[in-house]
C-alpha cells in the first residue's frame, strides 16, 4: 500500500542537475578570443597596409581602413621586382630535395637503430639527444667553413643539405612509428629470402604513411617558413626563397612597408592553402606520432 504524497512533499522542486561554473565559461571563451586576437590582429594589419599607397601608411594608424580596395598595384609591385616566381622556384626546388632526402635518411637511420643491434646504439641516441640540446646558432661558423669548403656557398645546394643534415626529430617520429612494426613481419621476409634493405623497401616503408605525412607536412612548413639559412647561404639575387624575397624591399634610408605587406600576403598563400587542405592528416599525424 502506497503512502500519499504530503503538501511539502509536491511543493519541494526537483534539485537541479550540475550546473558548469559561469566564471570557467567565461574565462574559456575570453582566453580563445584573445588567443585569436593575437593570431588575427597582425594578419589583418597586414592585409590593410598591403592595399594602401605610401602616404596612407605613413599618415593613417595601423588599422585605417585604405581608400582604394582594389589597389593592386603593391601586389604587382612585390611579384615583379621582388621576383616571386623565381623565388618560389628556388623554394620548390630546395622544400623536393630536402623533404625526399629527410625521409629516406629519417627512416633508414630509424629503421637501423631499431632492428640492428651493435656496440655504438646507445652512444648513437645519446649523440642524438646532445645534438637537439646544442643551438644551432654556436655552431654556424664550423658550418659555415664545412659548406664552403664543399664548393655549396652561394648554391641552392648549400641548405639542401644543412636542412637534411639537422632533422634529428624525423629520426625519432620515425623511431617511434617502426617500433610499434611486429618484429615477426621481419622474420616471415627473411624466410623467404629477403635481405635488410628488401624488407625496408617493401615492408617498413610501405607501412610509415602516417609517419612519412607527419615528417613530410612539418619539414615542409619549417623549410618554407625558413629565412636565416637562404639569406646567409644564398646571398645571390637569383637565388633567392619565398622568405628571403621580401627582404628585397628594405633599403638603408627605410621600407617600403606597403610593398613588403603585400608580398608578405603573396607568401602566406600558399602555406595557408596547404594548410586548409591537410589540416586533418597534421593533426592525425601528430597526435598519432605522440601516441605512439
Known amino acids: 500500500m502506497t503512502m500519499p504524497r504530503t503538501a511539502a512533499a509536491l511543493r519541494t522542486p526537483a534539485s537541479p542537475g550540475p550546473r558548469r561554473p559561469r566564471l570557467g565559461t567565461g574565462l574559456t571563451y575570453l582566453s580563445l578570443i584573445a588567443a585569436a586576437a593575437v593570431v588575427l590582429i597582425p594578419l589583418t594589419v597586414v592585409f590593410l597596409t598591403s592595399l594602401k599607397t605610401s602616404r596612407e601608411v605613413t599618415a593613417g594608424g595601423a588599422l ?32 623536393a630535395f630536402s623533404i625526399t632526402g629527410t625521409v629516406v635518411i629519417g627512416s633508414m637511420a630509424a629503421y637501423a637503430i631499431d632492428r640492428f643491434d651493435f656496440r655504438a646504439k646507445k652512444p648513437v641516441l645519446a649523440l642524438f639527444l646532445v645534438a637537439t640540446l646544442v643551438p644551432g646558432v654556436t655552431t654556424q661558423v664550423a658550418t659555415f667553413q664545412v659548406v664552403n669548403s664543399f664548393g655549396l656557398f652561394n648554391t641552392r645546394w648549400a641548405p639542401v643539405l644543412l636542412y637534411m643534415g639537422t632533422d634529428i626529430v624525423s629520426v625519432y ?50 623549410v618554407y617558413n625558413d629565412f636565416y639559412i637562404p639569406f646567409l647561404y644564398m646571398p645571390s639575387e637569383n637565388l633567392g626563397t619565398m622568405s628571403t624575397a621580401l627582404f628585397r624591399f628594405k633599403g638603408p634610408f627605410g621600407a617600403h612597408w606597403e610593398t613588403i605587406s603585400a608580398g608578405t600576403v603573396l607568401v602566406i598563400v600558399p602555406t595557408l592553402l596547404a594548410f586548409l587542405f591537410l589540416q586533418r592528416y597534421i593533426y592525425n599525424g601528430v597526435a598519432e606520432g605522440a601516441t605512439k
Open 64 to 95: 585605417t581602413l585604405p581608400h582604394d580596395w582594389l589597389n593592386l598595384s603593391n601586389y604587382a609591385t612585390a611579384f615583379n621586382d621582388g621576383h616571386l616566381l623565381t623565388a618560389l622556384g628556388n623554394t620548390v626546388f630546395i622544400l
Open 173 to 222: 617520429i620515425f623511431l617511434q612509428f617502426i617500433r610499434s612494426i611486429p618484429v615477426s613481419l621481419d622474420e616471415a621476409a627473411r624466410l623467404d629470402g629477403a635481405n635488410a634493405f628488401t624488407i625496408y623497401r617493401k615492408i617498413i616503408l610501405p607501412l610509415l604513411k602516417p609517419a612519412i605525412a607527419t615528417v613530410v607536412i612539418i619539414k615542409g612548413i619549417t
